[in-house]
Each structure stands twice: as C-alpha cells, then as structure tokens.
C-alpha cells in the first residue's frame, strides 16, 4: 500500500462522560485509545475534523421519533436501562448524539473531498440500535446514519454546498457480534450492500447465512458466520472470496467500516482468534477495495472491543493503514493466536453457493 491518503478522524471528550462503573463498555476504552494515539505521534498525522451533534431531524433519518425523544428524556431524568446490558446515564443523549453527527460529519468530509479516509472515535457504538430501540450498549446507529447521509436520507445542516448525492453504498461490519441493527435498517434497501463477519453462535444469534435481505433488498444483506477459532487466515479467506467479489459486483461509490476490535484471541466477550496484525489485514483488504472502487472513499466509525491494549492498538494500527502504510508492519504486542485454526471453508461454501459467487 504505497499510496498515501489524507485521513481525518472524530473525537470529542463528550464521548467519555457516557459511562457506567463496571460495565463493559465504559468511558476507560476511548480513554486509551486517545492516550496511544497521542503518546504515538498518530494524531499529528491526521486531520482534525470538526462536528456537532446530530440534530433530531437527521436522527429520525434512522430512529423513529419516539424512540430519540425516550432516549432524551431518560438522560434528562438521570439515566435508566433500556435493557439488561444497554444504559444511559445524565449525559447519554448528548453524548449519542454527538457521535452520530461525528458519523455524519466524517461522510461529509469523505465525500466533499477534505480528506478522503475518516474514522468516527465515538462511543456509544451503534450497530446493535434498531429503528425504534437501542441494545447491545448502542442508542444510536452511527454507521446507519453514515449511510443515510451518503444516499441523500439524512438532512446537511452545513452551511457548504451538499456533497453529490450517491446512489450506491457498501458497509462491511467486522465486529465480532452480529450488526443486527444495521441489518434491520438496510433490510430491505438496495441501495446499500450490507456485508456482516461476525462469531456465530453468540450475541445477538443473528446474523444466519439465510438471512439475505428482503423485497428491493433482496440479496443484498450478506452474512458470514463464523464458529470461534477461525482466527486470521479464516478472516482472509472470506475478504478474498466474498467480500472482494461483492464489491466488485454491487460497484459501490463509499465503503462505510463497523470497526470493532473485539473478535480479537484476548477479548473476553467472545471466542474468535485474530491477531492485531489481522485486523490490519483485513483493513487493507477494504482500503484497497476503496481505492479500486471509491476513489478512495472509505469512512469508519468504532464499534466494540473491549480489551484495553488490543483496542488501542487496533485503533492505530487502523489509521496508520489508512493513510497507507503496510499491515505488514502493524504493531502487535500480544502477537498471533498460537492454537490451531479453527476451518471457515464450510461456511465460506455456504455464503458463496447463497450469494452467486464463483
């Protein structure tokens, strides 16, 4: 990868006031990926992008009404669960909030040219919110609303010219769980390629080969569950025989990246193998696939990974790789999962007999 791309990311403190003692996904995760990403020198490389939160109007591009109002209303009151495992506290709607307008702003910025890679470091994560409920620690789906803003859905509140309206988008969502919300939103939507690789079985239980899209959408919802211990090679293989020959065939104009960390060998929220040099790779493989199909053009935002270390590094390693520099030479300090590999040939047999591929 010699090429060299002008990368911005999204950032703002906000992003931490959004937390819960003890709870998985917490203020402590973005905290480190800052701290390395300033103590490395990365930051300096990249561009600041400014944003501001998600006005109502471009949330309900996604979320019904009703839904943005509750989530409003139960921070204004002092928090409350929406479920086993998602919460919201005093500062949650501003915080969601703000990391969708970062989704937002980071596809404007893409797409009217002032950088021509830009990564979301937002949380509360999102691919896990549904139209009219949040699970799965997300309120808002961020790259959901990446995708509207791309297809002309999502009002601009910038006082710019608005970007070209594009007609087709392509999100591949490597977190480790199953993007069941972006499924939900995008089901029946041809204009957007929804690729998900994903630990199957585990949270959500979704995410099965046979779910494929529905009416216009048809065929254009792709799925790739993997049993535990498939670790890098696996995860090559299905870039290269799936994911690759879809893009190539559905010829998106934006590749949107769910970037989670957490189908790493030390996360202890599920039970995949890959290494950080592994995650390198396969954003290689899409930044590559950006090129060749985009111009470049490739937004993401952060999801999930809940080791500390093996996020930080996942974070840089993604950036560096993004600007152009070589998985080869990804920082790994835990380095590769030493088990033998689980095979991913059965299911890759599967995804390709369902969805045409040679």
């Not at 029946?188 to 099965?208: A, N």
């Not at 494929?212 to 254009?220: L, Q």
Request: charged share 20%.
């Amino acid at each position: 990868m010699s090429q060299r791309h002008a990368v911005g990311y999204l950032y703002a403190p906000i992003f931490l006031a959004h937390t819960l003692p003890h709870h998985p996904e917490h203020h402590a995760r973005l905290e480190a990926v800052m701290t390395l990403l300033r103590e490395s020198g990365e930051l300096d490389r990249l561009a600041e992008l400014p944003f501001a939160p998600a006005t109502a109007s471009q949330l309900c591009a996604v979320h019904v009404d009703a839904y943005v109002e509750l989530v409003k209303q139960l921070s204004a009151r002092g928090g409350a669960m929406l479920g086993p495992d998602t919460y919201i506290n005093r500062a949650s709607f501003e915080a969601a909030a703000a990391a969708a307008g970062a989704a937002l702003a980071a596809t404007r910025a893409v797409l009217a040219g002032d950088v021509q890679r830009a990564f979301a470091l937002v949380r509360p994560p999102g691919h896990h919110a549904f139209a009219d409920h949040g699970e799965g620690f997300c309120l808002f789906n961020n790259i959901a609303l990446a995708a509207k803003y791309a297809l002309g859905d999502a009002p601009d509140n910038s006082t710019r010219a608005r970007p070209p309206v594009l007609e087709r988008v392509m999100i591949v969502d490597w977190d480790v769980h199953h993007g069941n919300g972006t499924q939900s939103i995008f089901y029946q939507d041809p204009r957007v390629l929804f690729v998900s690789i994903h630990q199957l079985p585990l949270y959500p239980l979704s995410g099965r080969v046979d779910e494929v899209g529905a009416g216009a959408g048809w065929g254009t919802t792709v799925n790739v569950p993997l049993p535990p211990g498939v670790g890098d090679d696996g995860y090559a293989r299905v870039l290269d025989e799936i994911v690759v020959p879809l893009a190539r065939r559905y010829r998106p104009q934006l590749l949107l990246m769910s970037a989670g960390f957490d189908a790493h060998w030390l996360d202890e929220l599920a039970g995949m193998a890959v290494s950080l040099r592994g995650f390198a790779r396969i954003v290689a493989a899409l930044a590559e696939l950006s090129d060749e199909l985009c111009e470049g053009r490739l937004v993401a935002t952060l999801e999930g990974g809940y080791d500390h270390d093996v996020l930080s590094y996942g974070v840089l390693n993604t950036l560096r790789v993004l600007r152009g520099e070589s998985p080869d030479v990804a920082l790994d300090p835990p380095g590769p999962f030493t088990d033998r590999p689980v095979s991913a040939e059965p299911i890759i047999r599967r995804v390709k007999a369902t969805h045409e591929l040679p």
